[in-house]
């Protein structure tokens, strides 16, 4: 086999290697292989911890890095890392070192002879290599969805497992570098089984705090609705991830190595060790034990480990000679420190909210990166509801070829990849954002070829039928779809694939020529359509090949978990009475106009198309203006905290949000079917604002850029809602997509704008504080990753596009002046969803909604010649469910793991406060009634990432005591009673379903 063929075998968890020989020694591993400490109250126990921090892609390509290409950026190489340290680790079985980043491993591995890979599995089974983390990116926590977060740890796991077994399934999450770190990122590690947390960075105020207070590790409560099941012991490193000072022995560093001849000039042993001692001093004023850890490394360190481990040896040897202090110090590992602090059996404090936003310095916030590079930002949110699709229709089709694995694969691959904190964030340079989405898209691309092998064996009634090929459209988002545009004379099938797990109706719009149509459903019944004019913004698009004059809209009623087709032709539909064309017309008058919407009625100024109210239909009346307005980027030397840049990481306004000076030019579009805003705010902003009878929603689409920078001033565009909703200082941003987070203005933080920005993953909300029961909440959805907050009673903004002249001094030595593919600014096209309801019914229609966003329809085009004979031939609509899910139940995750065994992850996506005596209470799913036609052999829960058992899993965590009444490991889980699972709000249980043949 050729080795450098990466074939995952989903049924067995297994990656193909040609090393699957047994070491040659049993394993030792984890917790087994630490090293003796003192358990002296006297002793200070150092533990040197050697690591190399690997981004998968920044100031250089994931490729780049991993080969150390392009030596004029920096002469980075992961491959030269991982064979030094291999190399040096087998000189002494002392030594000891982490890895993280699966991605990189992987490549690695896959070069390596038998004898190579021997070598290594025996370290690992002896635990000198221990994996940390183990994704296969280390993942943002601000810009990530919860899906996609999963998908990253579960595919590096499992990577790592198929070739170390249990030796390679990682103890404890290794976070130390994310510019943040969110609850839910702390209650899917908890879930995902690892015992503890360590993250680098937090906010520099809190530091200081946690420093004085010794507060630098603590019991993380993940969650109010799971329990302690969610909650994870987390600790804050030192020195973010770097040595000491005075201790990089690294080629990079500058520090001098240690000289122990003493007829040398150059002589400095006794000053590195006095200097050691002193570190050792501070680092004890800041933790609760006699237990310290030491970070032997930095960001693509080791690429010449001896110089490392030779210093390293010699810093252990010197200290144990001619410390004048009780410290033993030895090579260690998170896990080991890890386990040290649990044996210490002290009481910890306990942290319910998260570590946002992060500033180091008293005027960095790095808040910017919630909202940098938006298009890559959208195409990663996109990529992943197509992934989850392609995921689905893998094991709904049984495609367990080779080659059908690998298009799975690839795209894990690449969706792990974007989740990594230089990539999603848009914190990467030019030339590297442009290879993320090179690897997204041909995962994409690659992944038609399944899409097509999957409808082949689902599609025809018959076994013989001829399969009909389907077009994929990835920039249907702006109205870019050439099957459709091209082939005006042929008949088109549209077909759309629901990954979701309950029905609902949804609408289409594709780009078309001309008024006449024909549309028909699934069972060739005339479907009611609209055309109406292309928003003239389209049109300048550079992304765009076509120049379609008009777009069509029909509605389409979604099967759960399921496709469903329809039929388009550009053909005149006799009888049709209801108006079939809707065209744009200038908006003119004095009175408001209303456009009425499902449950409310929104009000229009006539001349700017401004939204000014929504009524509700218990009568309630909201104000609403909702604006574009910009800030200016601030222009510093950074030389220091006081003239720092606003840059790709820091968002730092230069002052308050202005106002675009002119009324906006707006125009109608009006139909029985659809109300329609369109608005000229600039010559670079263009909103449509979207009212529809059957929508609780109000629909923003927006294009914003090019950004001009004739004026040497870079800008920071925002959209603003304000309301008369009493909100006071209180407003909530969603953590990761899934539970909501509580947040209160802070008017006094050092820059009090970025100060209270927020990460944005799918909603942001403000509510009337004072009327608990039955007060109003603003909701407002997002198509991608932002940053926002709201800066006065009753406001919400949220950051749409950056493009800024200055760079921020934190690493990438590059402005965040982004262009498109013709050479200008970067256009950006995206949408958000406002509702106003009541607090309990806009909760549920916010979970509701979000879940659709994220889990958007695969929509795929083919030709077809005659009508009946497709339906005769063809299945036109199916479910794969037995009936749609509760409606307090999502399925989150469908993967084939062999011909007769899927793995599915169900969520209870309702938070107790949402609906405390509805779709919040605990909910019964029989999984034998889940998949019909399938009958159920066995079932199993394990953990997160689905290697380990959920029960045993649970028995094998370590126990923690914190400062209140409920212990860790007390755990309210009820387990599978026949067949039965019950899942609680906000909880994820994962089952391998085992099929009769």
Known sequence: MDVKIFFFILGACNFLTVSSRPPFTEPVCGYASCPRWSSDPETINIHLVP????????????????????????????????????????????????????????????????SRKIQVENLVNSGQLEFIGGGWSMNDEASTHYSSIIDNMSFGHRFLFSLFGKCGIPRVAWQIDPFG???????????????????????????????????????????????????IFSGVLPECYAPPKGFCFDELCHDSPIVEDPTSVEYNADEKVALFVEHIKNYKKMYLTN???????????????????????????????????????????????????????????????????????????????????????????FSNSVFQSIKQLHAIAHLNQPDENEVVNNFFHAMGILQHHDAVTGTERQHVANDYSRILSEAMNSSLSLINRAFSQILPKETNAVAIYQHFCPLLNVSECQIVTEVASK??????????????????RLPWDGSDFLIKNSIGQPVNGLVVPSPPYLK??????????????????????????????KQHQQGLTADRFAGAEQMQGSEPLNAKGNGFIASFDAESGNILSLTLDDGRFVKINQKFQWYAGMIGNNSAAAFRSSGAYIFRPDGSAQDFPETPKAEIVKHTALFEVRQTVSDYIYQVIRVRPDSEFIEFEYKVGPIPISDYVGKEIITVFDTNITSSDIFYTDSNGRQMMK????????????????????????????????????????????????????????????????????GVDEALNETGIDGRGLVTVGKLFMNIANLTNSNLLHREHAQRIYMSPLITFALYENLEEYINDYKTSSSFLSSDFPDNIHLLSLEMLNSNEWLIRLEHFFQSVDDPTGHSKDERVDVRKIFPNKKVQAVRETTLTGLQDERSAIERRLRWHQNSSVDLKQDGDNFIDDFIITLKPMQIRTLIITFES
């Open 181 to 231: 770190h969110s609850r839910e990122q702390a209650s899917l590690f908890a879930l995902m089984n690892f015992d503890g947390y360590f993250s680098g960075r937090i906010d520099f105020y809190d530091k200081i705090k946690r420093v004085a207070n010794k507060s630098l590790e603590f019991i993380w409560s993940g969650s109010d609705d799971i329990g302690p099941r969610s909650n």
């Open 291 to 381: 237990h310290l850890i030491f970070t032997m490394g930095e960001d693509f360190n080791y690429e010449n480990a001896a110089t490392w481990y030779d210093n390293l040896d010699r810093l252990i040897g010197l200290m144990r000679k001619f410390s004048p202090q009780k410290i033993n110090i030895f090579y260690s590992t998170p896990s080991c420190y890890l386990l040290a602090l649990n044996q210490a059996n002290l009481t910890w404090p306990v942290k319910t909210d998260d570590f946002f936003p992060y500033s180091s310095d008293s005027h960095s916030y790095w808040a910017g990166f919630y909202s940098s590079r938006p298009t890559i930002k959208y195409y990663e949110r």
């Open 51 to 114: 690591h190399t921090h690997d981004d998968v892609g920044w100031l250089k390509t994931y490729e780049q890095y991993l080969f150390g290409t392009r030596k004029e950026i920096t002469l980075s190489s992961v491959r030269n890392i991982l064979n030094s340290v291999v190399n040096e680790l087998l000189k002494d079985p002392e030594r000891k070192f982490i890895y993280v980043e699966s991605a990189f491993f992987w490549k690695w591995w896959s070069e390596q002879p038998d």
């Open 743 to 810: 947040r209160i203005r802070n008017d006094s933080a050092p820059e009090p704008i970025a100060g209270n920005y927020y990460p944005i993953n799918s909603r942001i909300t403000i509510k009337e504080e004072s009327k608990p029961a039955d007060g109003l909440q603003l909701v407002i959805l997002t198509d991608r990753s932002h940053g926002g907050s709201s800066l006065r009673d009753g406001s919400v903004e949220v950051m749409i596009h950056r493009r800024l002249l200055h760079d921020d001094a934190f």
């Open 491 to 508: 008949k088109i099938a549209v077909t759309l694939y629901n990954p979701y797990a309950r029905g609902y109706r949804y609408t289409i």
């Open 540 to 569: 300048s698009l550079p992304q765009r090949s076509a120049n379609a004059s008009f777009q069509l809209e029909f509605p389409v009623n979604l099967t759960n978990l399921g496709f469903v087709t329809y039929f388009v032709e």
